[in-house]
């Protein structure tokens, strides 16, 4: 194989687990879905280059539905329910951006830990992408449990089917309908969350989780 | 028909009557039909048991085509099985010829009657298992029918909480059996007895069955501190089913322990023999000292039955370890000595749970604070009741003398042991089933005087009335039985001889043929027994003493006061009531080990008030044992419950932090 498309392929791959950090990082609503547009179509590139490198023609189809999906539908989708909601100015964190990105650190040289020595045998570029995948889904939980808003929810849930389709592209020999099947599951999961979204507005004017928990008579939690 | 399929066809005659009592309903009928066709199953059984235990048949198998698909149920009927089916069978009969007229004062029979049957089955099932699958479903259908008579008279809360402890100990036993059985398991998965045994595991595998089968053997038997279950469940069912919990259901505990430790496991090392001696020895020890300490005479006996089944298991400790080093002739001594104490026992302690049921019937009372001067009223009763006292306080020449008799002897025998901490540790023990022997004779004069002799305490025990020909049977029946194993010991002994050849290899010598059908365990030299001759002896000397006096006293009149039995008083609350006979024993051991705790609340002169006394007496198990237990697990529990409150953000945040924990243990111990 050639060198450099092997760094290539690195290349993109880091690229998408940085945009995971980038994510973790931003205050704003609008900045988030930016940065999450960002990485899918950052993605579909990573894609598409796996499909140039495997020589397998039908990763392309993959890469061709992250893009549209994830990088053009989803984002606008999601600009329109912010701006309905009128939250794109809040500020939702829980957890401040200094200790998210270190413990996001954390995660990263975890799974580099947990997988290189599994996928030894795997060829390289394999194993740099498990490795970079997991590191990616575990971030897209952090995001979720580090933010109170249900549409940065929905994006780290987003984020985290990002790192599922880096892990499933980066093994040769995926067939395309799993690949498509994840996508399906994940748009219908979108379409749910956004009903929910919408369902927890009309009743408390507010897309804050916390309500929720207020409204089964618990107490707000102030972190 | 192998011997097996017959005894299978006895637990299908028990099943079916369970289904005929439910369809007779509570018809008057139903109490006399389905006692009398339990007896009749019954004494069925005893006659299969006894052709199989003396006719030296070989262990006949069946395998039925149903449990496990592929794997079936496998039953088999060796000498073992046949003893111990003996033992149940013979209790219920006993049990269900007293039932016939115990029963007609049942208040709600339907909660009893549709139980007895499988109850009798399950006990039946268990003995004939001969894999684990089917052992461990018998066992727990064992447990499960129990538990429905022991909750039989729900109305009263005392009962249910017994049902609960009961299940919980239940359950735990089983589970400690189960992982046992996981232990014992043949390579290939094989879950039949035989191919277990012909299964080699490692030692330490080995002790870990062993220590399993203890405890959930132990849990269902009695052993301390496993018992706590024991003393709430037994008084709490009707007399009859105590009789059969006490007696019966704690030997087939004791058989569960025998078939996996003898039979399964095999030889593997010597300490496993020192710790069941020590746990035997606790056992008899702490039962006993509660014992006395009991107002209730249905609880007396349940905690008695806790200090026999110490003497059990002490003898079968020292057949371990008597086996594990070889010396045969001395194992067969102590497995003879634990099974004969295992028959006397159901014998003895069936009787007089059906004395205790009797004496309930006419008078309505346990507590014996108010009973008194019964042999008046109910001579028959408290003379078979007296015979059954006599043989579990172990007088010669009674049965229950015999088989405590013979575990001395094997304790004696102890020097032999090559290990210097059996050496050691037995005679220990041996001085602690001296003690427990004399307890359990203060035990029962204190429940014999006190619930028969003396003034009656109470308007119920001075109107109770003799109890019915069915009830009085069966008691006679038992207490003869008691006097025959007594005097003729070495046809018993005998008897055992397969068991004994089966388990340890080797039989005692056959007493049979010995002149004056006296015992003789080892050699004539060092000790032999002759019940037959103590009791003609007793009985010659007692008529002599009697003519004597009747023949020589001075018939002249007399004028002196008149002898008031030392009561001056004519209040029937001056006499010795149970507490005061049990209180120097209670001061001497149970301030410590009981936290007894005694207040005297006296009125000031003048207050018109009564003095009263309180005490207060804890199990050791409870305060040291079960106590911390359960406040534990209700303060991890209360810590627990904020889990259910926490937001969906925390919940994901917890499911995030097991991924990564788990991810970390991985990533160190790879």
């Keep these: 194989m050639n060198a450099l498309w092997f760094d290539i392929a690195h290349l993109l791959a880091a690229g998408v687990l940085v945009l995971s950090l980038m994510l973790l990082y931003q205050d704003r609503i609008t900045a988030v879905i930016n940065v999450f547009a960002l990485q899918a179509v950052v993605l579909s590139l990573s894609v598409g280059w796996q499909s140039v490198v495997q020589g397998a023609p039908h990763l392309l189809a993959t890469a061709f539905i992250a893009l549209v999906a994830k990088g053009i539908v989803i984002p606008t989708a999601l600009h329109r329910i912010v701006r309905k909601l009128d939250v794109h100015r809040e500020v939702e964190r829980v957890v401040s951006g200094g200790p998210t990105m270190l413990a996001g650190l954390g995660l990263i040289a975890l799974s580099i830990l947990l997988v290189q020595p599994v996928v030894e045998t795997a060829d390289p570029v394999a194993r740099e992408d498990f490795a970079f995948a997991l590191a990616v889904v575990l971030l897209g939980l952090l995001l979720m449990i580090t933010r109170r808003n249900a549409v940065t929810q929905v994006v780290g849930f987003m984020s985290l089917e990002n790192g599922l389709v880096l892990a499933a592209t980066g093994a040769k020999g995926m067939p395309l309908v799993v690949e498509v099947s994840v996508a399906f599951s994940v748009l219908i999961a979108f379409i749910v969350f956004g009903v929910f979204v919408f369902r927890i507005r009309e009743r408390f004017d507010t897309v804050d989780v916390n309500v929720l928990d207020r409204f089964r008579g618990e107490r707000r939690e102030h972190l | ?670």
């Excluded at chain 2, 007896?39 to 299969?48: C, H, Q, R």
């Excluded at chain 2, 479903?137 to 008579?149: G, H, V």
């Excluded at chain 2, 009335?465 to 069966?474: I, K, W």
Aim: aromatic share 10%.
């Design chain 2, 1 to 670: 028909m192998p011997e097996v399929a017959i005894g299978l066809w006895c637990i299908a005659g028990f099943l079916g009557i369970g289904v005929a009592a439910t369809i007779l309903g509570g018809r008057a009928i139903a109490t006399p039909l389905v006692y009398g066709a339990t007896l009749l199953v019954a004494l069925g059984a005893v006659l299969l048991a006894l052709t199989t235990l003396l006719g030296g048949a070989a262990p006949s198998t069946v395998v039925l085509p149903i449990g496990l698909p592929g794997i079936g149920a496998h039953f088999r009927l060796d000498a073992l099985s046949a003893f111990f089916m003996l033992v149940v069978n013979l209790g219920a009969a006993a049990a269900s010829l007293y039932g016939i007229g115990y029963g007609r004062h049942e208040h709600s029979p339907m909660r009893v009657l549709p139980f007895f049957g499988p109850f009798l089955a399950g006990m039946n099932l268990v003995l004939l298992a001969a894999d684990a699958f089917s052992f461990l479903l018998s066992w727990e259908f064992m447990s499960l029918a129990s538990w429905t008579l022991v909750v039989a008279h729900h109305r009263e809360p005392a009962n249910i909480r017994a049902g609960f402890i009961y299940l919980a100990m239940a359950s735990f036993g089983t589970l400690c059996l189960l992982l046992a059985f996981g232990l014992l398991a043949a390579p290939g998965g094989d879950f039949t007895f035989a191919g277990m045994r012909g299964a080699t595991v490692g030692g330490s595998a080995a002790a870990l069955a062993t220590l399993l089968a203890l405890v959930g053997a132990g849990s269902k038997a009695g052993l301390v501190p496993l018992h706590v279950w024991l003393p709430l469940a037994h008084p709490a069912a009707p007399s009859h089913v105590s009789a059969l919990l006490s007696g019966v259901m704690t030997k087939v505990g004791v058989y569960g322990f025998i078939r996996i430790v003898f039979d399964v496991v095999g030889d593997f090392s010597s300490w496993a023999g020192l710790v069941v001696v020590l746990a035997g020895g606790a056992t008899a020890v702490l039962g006993v000292l509660y014992a006395v300490m009991q107002r209730d005479l249905k609880r007396l006996l349940a905690y008695s039955t806790v200090e026999n089944i110490g003497i059990v298991f002490i003898g079968l400790g020292l057949a371990l370890a008597f086996r594990a080093n070889g010396q045969g002739p001395a194992a067969a001594l102590a497995l003879t000595a634990a099974l004969f104490h295992v028959f006397n026992h159901s014998v003895f302690k069936s009787l007089l749970f059906f004395g205790a049921g009797a004496v309930l019937t006419a008078t309505g009372e346990r507590d014996t604070e108010k009973l008194g001067g019964l042999i008046h009223r109910m001579p028959q009763t408290a003379v078979v009741f007296l015979i059954g006292c006599m043989s579990i306080a172990a007088l010669p020449p009674l049965n229950g003398f015999v088989s405590e008799w013979l575990t001395f002897q094997a304790i004696l025998l102890s020097p032999q042991l090559p290990q210097w901490g059996l050496k050691f540790a037995v005679p220990a023990v041996g001085a602690m089933l001296a003690l427990a022997a004399a307890l359990a004779g203060a035990c029962f004069v204190k429940a014999f005087g006190v619930v028969f002799l003396s003034r009656p305490r109470s308007p119920a025990a001075a109107q109770a009335t003799e109890v019915d020909g069915f009830a009085l049977t069966a008691m006679l029946t038992l207490a003869w039985i008691c006097i025959l194993a007594g005097t003729l010991p070495g046809l018993v002994v005998d008897a055992l001889a397969p068991v004994a050849r089966q388990l340890a290899f080797v039989a005692l010598p056959p007493q049979a043929g010995l002149p004056w059908l006296s015992l003789v365990p080892i050699a004539d030299s060092r000790s032999s027994y002759n019940g037959l001759v103590i009791f003609f002896f007793l009985v010659a000397s007692g008529t002599m003493t009697a003519a004597v006096v009747h023949r020589l006293a001075s018939r002249s009149t007399r004028k002196s006061p008149i002898w008031d039995c030392g009561y001056p008083l004519d209040s029937p609350v001056t006499q010795y009531s149970s507490s005061s006979f049990a209180q120097p024993i209670r001061r001497v051991f149970g301030t410590v080990l009981f936290g007894v705790h005694e207040t005297v609340d006296m009125p000031r002169p003048g207050e018109t008030r009564a003095g009263r006394f309180r005490m207060r007496v804890r199990d050791p198990a409870w305060r040291f044992v079960y106590g911390p237990l359960a406040r534990g697990v209700l303060r991890g529990a209360v810590r627990l419950n904020r889990l259910q409150f926490l937001t969906i953000r925390r919940y994901l945040a917890l499911v995030f932090a097991a991924l990564i924990v788990l991810m970390l243990v991985v990533a160190i111990w790879r």
